[in-house]
């Protein structure tokens, strides 16, 4: 696995005195395990919409940040949660009018077989829980994951969570499989995928591990970005189900409308999760996050455990996920994430025919992944060219980052914000950048 965008210290990045001073404080309180992004690291002091500013008052595109669902800072967002932390902010076992008028409104975004929802703080959290009930449900401990998935920072998710790093040790009841790359891998992708499931189950049971989960980002972010052909989850499903587990469809990345289509990244698939998870983009931000689960799958757990996340789901939280669910809606987010991202995929296809480089562009909606290569023959992964590229963007002012195995696949998740004007400047910068790989 290639370390993706990661600032190196020992490379001498042409960096202010302040921000030299700054990291060194940075690392001297926060240790050795966080990464900055970029070779030269960016400073931000203040975000607004698409846009991201630095200490020196120059604005950003961001190409990037999911997180921000409904744009940086925005303001329907900060007004509900100022609102709310002025009025009461408390935990989840008093009765409080929030959290039931926002369960309403967001279980309504969900088929009608999920009609729970349970929340927590994060998306880790959320992952976590969902493994629990899955674990309690179906009285197995297996999980299978694609081979460079990542789920979250639980001790029970890093076990799960191949993408960080080769210290980072992947559980005995764990099983790994190919993502489904349509684009390197030869024939069906629901076949291939189906049968690489059925095979790490039968892998399972030879070694006395009874299966809980499958459990899958349904556009397989951190694995390169896999979206086509829609539909090729459901075989996959079915395998799990046979098998006696369920399936958990995380949706920190492709959901809330990004994908464009639909408002979650598994309906492109025509199928039914046992339980969804979902993370921060819930709040634009703001720590939200939680599961949508079937009563049937619930049942037995919530009569046999309690279930408190002190913070999870409280007033303010819940002000902000409702907030964001009305800009979501009310702004037709779902519908510009659809038509803002096929504008762009074409721009990424029609550079695609200009530059040899680019190998692949694919993804659904606001979540392109752009695959660049060194030999169209061999495919080979040109992933030092997307470093180069991915910072060259960054010092035109363009925030993107890496994914896949090699490191060499553009992700591109910007706010759901994202107009098509902003999609031509980063189509522009992205072609001036490109010329100069
Ligand atoms: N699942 C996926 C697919 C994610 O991308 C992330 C976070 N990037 C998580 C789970 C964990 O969410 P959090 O950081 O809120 O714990």
């Known amino acids: 696995m290639t370390m993706i ?21 940075r690392e001297r309180v926060l240790g050795p395990a966080y990464r900055l992004f970029y070779a030269h690291p960016a400073h931000f002091v203040r975000g607004e919409g698409v846009w991201l500013y630095d200490d020196q008052g120059n604005p950003y595109l961001d190409v990037y940040n999911n997180v921000a669902s409904v744009g940086h800072c925005r ?17 989840t076992r008093y009765l409080h009018d929030g959290i039931v008028d926002f369960a309403e409104d967001f279980l309504k975004e969900f088929p009608s077989g999920l009609r729970h929802l349970m929340l927590t703080c994060t998306g880790s959290e959320a992952n976590d829980l969902a493994l629990r009930i899955a674990r309690h449900y179906t009285g197995g401990t297996g999980v299978i994951v694609t081979k460079l998935a990542y789920h979250g920072v639980t001790g029970d998710l890093a076990e799960l969570s191949p993408s960080l790093g080769s210290g980072n040790k992947i559980a005995p009841h764990v099983r790994l499989v190919d993502a489904p790359d ?14 690489s499931v059925a095979q790490a189950i039968a892998d399972m049971k030879q070694h006395n591990i009874k299966p809980a989960a499958l459990l899958v980002d349904t556009i397989f972010s951190s694995d390169g970005v896999f979206a086509d052909p829609a539909g090729f989850l459901k075989p996959a499903v079915d395998e799990i189900r046979r098998a006696g587990g369920i399936f958990i469809a995380d949706e920190v990345q492709p959901g809330f409308g990004r994908t464009g289509v639909e408002m979650w990244g598994f309906q492109r698939h025509d199928i039914l999760p046992d339980i969804v998870t979902v993370g921060k983009p819930m709040g634009n931000g703001h720590p939200v996050a939680g599961i949508i689960v079937s009563p049937t799958v619930v049942d037995s757990f919530g009569k046999t455990s309690r279930y408190f996340n002190t913070f999870g789901g409280n007033p303010v939280s819940c002000a902000a996920a409702h907030a964001v669910l009305k800009v979501i809606k009310g702004q037709k987010l779902q519908e510009n994430a659809l038509t803002t991202g096929q504008y762009l995929a074409d721009g990424l296809k029609r550079l695609a025919t200009k530059y040899p480089l680019i190998g692949d562009v694919r993804g659904s909606g606001l979540f392109i992944g752009v695959e660049l290569i060194s030999d169209s023959r061999t495919k080979q992964p040109a992933t030092a060219e997307t470093t180069r590229l991915v910072n060259g963007l960054r010092e035109r002012r363009v925030l993107i980052s890496a994914t896949g195995p090699h490191a060499n696949v553009l992700k591109i998740r910007p706010p759901l914000v994202f107009s098509q004007e902003n999609a031509a400047m980063f189509l522009s910068i992205l072609d001036e950048t490109l010329a100069t790989i």
Do not use: C, K, W
């Not at 303001?75 to 935990?91: D, F, K």
């Open 5 to 25: 965008n990661a600032f190196d210290p020992s490379a001498g990045a042409n960096l202010s005195a302040a921000d030299r001073t700054l990291i060194e404080r």
């Open 75 to 91: 303001p329907e967002v900060v007004e509900a949660i100022a609102r709310q932390a002025s009025v009461l902010n408390t935990h």
């Open 182 to 195: 349509q684009y390197r891998g030869t024939g069906d992708v629901a076949a291939s995928f189906a049968a």
